[in-house]
């Protein structure tokens, strides 16, 4: 399995980004996918995260209303979309399978590259 996180970069507080997340070496799917995050000095914080059927979600609080994730099964992409993005979005996302609304837990070596998200006046 392959995740290639892309979208990021430097925003101002109450813009919006999306971010994406291209697939390879499974079928995506009826996977459940998740999009996590990682601040200097702490561990990867799962943050939302979409159902096989896309038919259902899950949102940490902290970005409920504000983040959206969803799929496009053809393309083998998941996407999050960001919206009023705050200074403390500020992290390296990545995305990752996991069973929703769980999160998988995976050694360093198994994540993709991530994409830098910058919150920032």
Known sequence: SQFVESGGGLVRPGE?????????G???RSTDI????????????????ISGS???THYIDSVQGRFTISRDDAKNTVY???????PEDSAIYYCASTPCPYWSDYPDDYWGPGTQVTVSS
């Open 26 to 28: 499974f079928t995506l």
């Open 80 to 86: 999050l979309q960001m919206s009023r993005v705050k």
């Open 34 to 49: 998740g999009w996590f995050r990682q601040v200097p000095g702490k561990g990867r914080e799962g943050v939302l995260c």
């Open 16 to 24: 919006s980004l999306t971010l994406s997340c291209t697939t390879s």
């Open 54 to 56: 896309g038919e259902r």
